[in-house]
Nanobody, 125 residues
């Protein structure tokens, strides 16, 4: 699976951004999809995940109520709508794909089979 993320940029605190990740190469609907981020000097962290069917979503506590993950199987695309952005959301954001369940992925510390290149999100105060 090849993944291409886009949509990052510079935004003021309280603003919104929408990230997109387009998948190609394999059957998109077979994969659970996730968004991750890495801030300078920090490890990559899980941000949000969505099941292959789109029926289940998962979020890290710090983004609950502000970020929404969704997927469009017809467009082979997963989205991350980010609202009420904070300076601490500044990071490079990556999308990942994996056929394993999110229970297994959490045990694997979210080491996904496939990763896209990141897109930078910068939130100014």
């Amino acid at each position: 699976v090849q993944l291409q993320a886009s949509g990052g940029g510079l935004v003021q605190a309280g603003g919104s951004l929408s990230l997109s990740c387009v998948a190609s190469g394999r059957t998109f609907s077979n994969y659970n999809m996730g968004w991750f981020r890495r801030a300078p000097g920090k490890e990559r962290e899980f941000v949000a995940g969505i099941s292959w069917s789109g029926g289940s979503t998962y979020y890290t506590d710090s983004v609950k109520g502000r970020f929404t993950i969704s997927r469009d199987t017809a467009k082979n695309t997963v989205y991350l709508q980010m609202n009420s952005l904070k300076p601490e959301d500044t990071a490079e954001y990556y999308c990942g794909a994996d056929p394993r369940s999110w229970i297994v992925l959490k045990l694997r510390k979210y080491v996904m089979d496939y990763w896209g290149k990141g897109t930078q999100v910068t939130v100014s105060s």
